[in-house]
């Protein structure tokens, strides 16, 4: 009797240890099932700037790329306003599940928690990758009077705070370029903001006003009806051979506006490297870069933490140069 009784214990012993690890082991493999079947839906991508920009065609170059690459729809929205600043406040407050992406733009996203309460800090922003570069050029238009950067600065100089330039947000590159110039050359602009490149061109190309600091896609797409006075990057822009950089003239002036996409604070890495993967298979993609290039961009292809200490790298160096900022 206690010989059965003793086997009966043994076998209930070995049912419940049994059972332990059988909840034990599916407790463990429904996660992991879980982020294997990400994405489940729809993404929506969220462009921060105006229809027609650059933002916004990079968007639509990727999202027939993203769709195949993640087996899901993309879906392009917008939430436009504060030089992008609305809608990276809307992408830090979004659910961290990958299921909203939005388009970032250095240096504005360290500019604009730097200089005012924006809704949003540089730290909140989690970078999946940054896939665009466009340097900064100054222009006038053919017809201008001015027919170098040496005209444009002595006007300034001559008639203080008249001359506009015109920009794409506050708090943005295209501001910054504006305000350092002022600085390195001890004159004063106006400066115009809208809220992206495409109104910025417009109102450029009407007349409404004097400059435009641009994009160099811009600068090539408009290359007929501009002078380029000068471009902010280290070396000469192949489109514009004619035209000299800043610092050929003395001036030590490097402007650009570098595009990628970010996911909310606490997304899980899994999703962050699912979306790393297939925008860097698209930014690496030798035809994507082509047409970049054709159209006056500067492919770049930075992962997640590269694109985060790039970031961070940016941020120290804006710090020191808005700290002598008027």
């Not at 407050?93 to 909203?100: A, F, T, V």
């Not at 006007?155 to 506050?170: D, L, R």
Request: charged content about 20%; glycine content about 10%.
């Amino acid at each position: 009797m206690r010989k059965r009784a003793w086997h009966l214990v043994t076998l209930l012993t070995l049912v419940v240890a049994a059972t332990f690890l059988l909840v034990s082991g599916c407790g463990k493999s429904q996660p992991q099932q879980a982020e294997d079947k990400y994405p489940e839906k729809q993404i929506n991508y969220l462009v921060t700037f105006d229809p027609g920009g650059q933002s916004d065609r990079e968007a639509r170059r990727q999202q027939p790329l993203l769709e195949k690459a993640l087996g899901q729809k993309v879906l392009i929205d917008y939430k436009v306003g504060g030089g992008g600043a609305v809608g990276w406040s809307e992408l830090v407050r979004s659910k961290p599940d990958g299921y909203l992406i939005c388009g970032i733009n250095v240096p504005h996203i360290i500019l604009q928690p730097l200089q005012q309460s924006t809704g949003y800090t540089t730290e909140q922003i989690v970078p999946v990758a940054m896939f665009q570069s466009t340097p900064l050029g100054l222009a006038v238009l053919k017809d201008s009077p001015y027919k170098t950067l040496d005209d444009f600065l002595n006007a300034a100089k001559q008639k203080s705070g008249a001359i506009a330039i015109g920009g794409s947000g506050t708090f943005s590159g295209h501001q910054m370029g504006t305000l350092r110039l002022e600085n390195l050359t001890g004159t004063k602009f106006k400066y115009v903001p809208f809220t992206g490149s495409a109104p910025q061109m417009t109102a450029f190309l009407g007349g409404h006003v004097d400059a435009v600091f641009a994009n160099s896609d811009d600068l090539v797409k408009q290359k007929d009806n501009i002078r380029l006075l000068a471009f902010a990057g280290n070396e000469r822009f192949e489109s514009f051979p004619d035209a000299p950089t800043f610092k050929e003239k003395g001036i030590d002036l490097v402007e650009s506006i570098d595009r990628g996409i970010a996911v909310p604070p606490g997304t899980p890495a899994n999703v962050i490297e699912k979306l790393e993967a297939a925008f860097l298979e698209i930014a690496r993609n030798p035809d994507i870069q082509a047409q970049m290039k054709k159209e006056g961009f500067v492919p770049i292809a930075m992962g997640h933490e590269e694109s985060k200490a790039y970031i961070e790298k940016m941020t120290g160096i804006y710090k020191e140069i808005t700290a002598g900022l008027k």
